[in-house]
């Protein structure tokens, strides 16, 4: 597919059909997605692929989280069972993990790269027919989660991506054309 037609065609995916994801093609895709400029090629990332029964230990954590800031005690478990069924009904998860460096303008060239890194990773999904979606909620943050997940000190999650095959494909939003958003400066 052309680089225009696929950039302009992807989805953000949502609704996710009841199949199974390949990790084999997973990882290949990788292979290709971390092919982005990064500066001082310190390559941060890392990936962690959540799939199968492996999805439990995602939404176990989820649940334990839920649960403890929900106020009502009769609606603790109702919550936690929500966003437990919510987390396994998504084909595969993958967290996206950088190493943070102790270097503010590095950390930022980091964080620009990794970012790289999953839009790659997008466009590469969606030629294979595969969607996906971005997801930064909070807890992510939290120790339930990262202990759950292994993911160290000074590593930093830029979200978790959720992915599968299209159960439905939403309609383009609007964008603001680059024209009104560029300045052109030929002059002293």
């Not at 919510?86 to 303008?105: D, F, Q």
């Amino acid at each position: 597919m052309e680089l225009a037609k696929l950039i302009k065609e992807r989805r953000s995916i949502h609704r996710f059909e009841d199949r199974e994801v390949d990790p084999a093609l997973v990882a290949e895709l990788l292979d290709t997605a971390v092919w982005a400029p990064n500066y001082h090629m310190t390559q941060p990332w890392r990936f962690i692929v959540t799939y199968g029964e492996g999805r439990r230990r995602i939404a176990e954590a989820v649940r334990i989280m839920k649960e403890k800031r929900e106020l009502d005690p009769v609606k603790k478990k109702e919550v936690g069972e929500k966003f437990y069924n919510k987390i396994m009904a998504i084909p595969m998860i993958m967290t996206v993990i950088m190493t943070e460096s102790p270097n503010l303008i590095e950390r930022q060239d980091d964080f620009a790269s990794t970012s790289i890194v999953i839009h790659n990773f997008s466009l590469l999904a969606w030629e294979k027919g595969i969607g996906l979606t971005w997801e930064t909620y909070p807890w992510i943050h939290e120790p339930e989660f990262r202990e759950a997940m292994g993911i160290a000190p000074g590593e930093r999650v830029l979200g978790n991506l959720h992915i599968g095959y299209p159960a439905a494909i939403p309609n383009p939003q609007p964008r603001v054309p680059a024209a009104e958003r560029i300045t052109f400066v030929d002059k002293a």
